[in-house]
């Protein structure tokens, strides 16, 4: 039986930019390596800090330092590529529903701060058409399970 081959990300993270991470400035706003992987939305000047489900994807944490500057946690993220995640259903009702290839994609069920992820994170099929959405994120592959169903995983890229 031949082998299937599916879109992957490929690493390593070159494209990586160094921003400012977390709600505030402070010791009970800063990030640690638990927060790798997550999804990310702008939240202010140089600033990223976790998104909310059904938020627009920004980019990805790929790195977070362990000092602070101004008080501010630093680390990298991504603002495109390909990312492996865990489908989520759909943005109205998350936990239910199915997502195609092609589907357009927003923030699923989050892992809570401090937490670090147990998986891929979770994305959602946007119910927003492709054209409203201003971060576009779209399913290339549905992985080896070929479904979409919720709790399976699969890759999205960002389209431009």
């Not at 990030?31 to 800090?49: I, M, N, Q, T």
Request: with cysteine.
């Amino acid at each position: 039986m031949a082998k299937a081959h599916f879109i992957t990300p490929t690493g390593p993270i070159e494209d990586a930019i160094t921003v400012r991470l977390g709600a505030g400035s402070g010791a009970s706003n800063n990030f640690d390596d638990k927060e790798v992987g997550k999804p990310v939305k702008l939240v202010a000047e140089s600033r990223y800090d976790l998104t909310a489900a059904g938020n627009e994807i920004e980019g990805f944490i790929t790195s977070v330092e362990l000092a602070t500057s101004a008080g501010f946690s630093i680390g990298g993220i991504i603002q495109e590529d390909r990312v492996f995640v865990t489908f989520d259903g759909l943005q109205a009702t998350p936990g239910t529903g199915v997502v195609a290839i092609g589907d357009y994609v927003v923030s699923g069920t989050p892992v809570a701060k401090g937490t670090a992820l147990s998986g891929f994170p979770k994305v959602c099929k946007a119910t927003a058409a492709g054209n409203t959405l201003n971060f576009k994120w779209r399913v290339e592959s549905l992985g080896s399970a070929g479904t979409g169903a919720v709790g399976t995983t699969g890759v999205i890229a960002r389209v431009s």
